[in-house]
T-cell receptor, first 112, second 113 residues
Framework: NAGVTQTPKFRVLKTGQSMTLLCAQD?????MYWYRQDPGMGLRLIHY???????AKGEVPDGYNVSRLKKQNFLLGLESAAPSQTSVYFC???????????FGQGTRLTVV | GQQLNQSPQSMFIQEGEDVSMNCTSS?????WLWYKQDPGEGPVLLIA?????ELTSNGRLTAQFGITRKDSFLNISASIPSDVGIYFC?????????????FGKGTKLSVKP
């Protein structure tokens, strides 16, 4: 049972490049989330999804897009990367928002 | 929006000592959660609290859900080197469509052998 898996684990982008982060969960969870973690800031919600085909904005959505085409996958896209998006990105899933969240191992993204 | 104040920001303790950290909020939560994050890893759930006044233990960890529903604390007894990491509190409210967690900024724990 893999839980929540994120790919890639590390990535370096040049300003203006685009990329997609993939999150996959095998727990049949309804809800999935993307957070970013910056030093001294804790975890901040970027976007979330309460089910296949639905997405919604979180606290810091600007510069990101998401898609949930399949229940087990939640994709985070950066269309035109900026240095301010240098961060560690975590995906999480939960059973309808309850019983705790399960986090992936994170993706460390550097934008130069 | 809702914010959590977590303190202390960091702690340096000797192995064997007890540790206490807490979170306060200006608004109420239905659930309080405590997570631990090891370097290079995602947060892992330690304890979940679902009822005001609830006191829950998980091995050497004890957490309480404040009566006012605006605070929670976490205690670690007899600390060991593997307790090192960042501890996050998180508050959650149901009823909305997202059930999102609001995180504190973390307490970084260092344990000296």
């Amino acid at each position: 049972n893999a839980g929540v898996t994120q790919t890639p684990k590390f990535r370096v982008l040049k300003t203006g490049q685009s990329m997609t982060l993939l999150c996959a969960q095998d727990m049949n969870h309804e809800y999935m989330y993307w957070y970013r973690q910056d030093p001294g800031m804790g975890l901040r919600l970027i976007h979330y999804s309460v089910g296949e085909g639905t997405t919604a904005k979180g606290e810091v959505p600007d510069g990101y897009n998401v898609s949930r085409l399949k229940k087990q996958n939640f994709l985070l896209g950066l269309e035109s990367a900026a240095p301010s998006q240098t961060s560690v990105y975590f995906c999480a899933s939960s059973y309808r928002g309850s019983l705790g969240f399960y986090f992936g191992q994170g993706t460390r993204l550097t934008v130069v | 929006g809702q914010q959590l104040n977590q303190s202390p920001q960091s702690m340096f303790i000797q192995e064997g000592e007890d540790v206490s950290m807490n979170c306060t909020s200006s608004s109420i939560f239905n659930t309080w959660l405590w997570y631990k994050q090891d370097p290079g890893e995602g947060p892992v759930l330690l304890i979940a609290l679902y009822k005001a006044g609830e006191l829950t233990s998980n091995g050497r960890l004890t957490a309480q859900f404040g009566i006012t529903r605006k605070d929670s604390f976490l205690n670690i007894s007899a600390s060991i080197p593997s307790d090192v990491g960042i501890y996050f509190c998180a508050g959650q409210n149901y009823g909305g469509s997202q059930g999102n967690l609001i995180f504190g900024k973390g307490t970084k724990l260092s344990v000296k052998p």
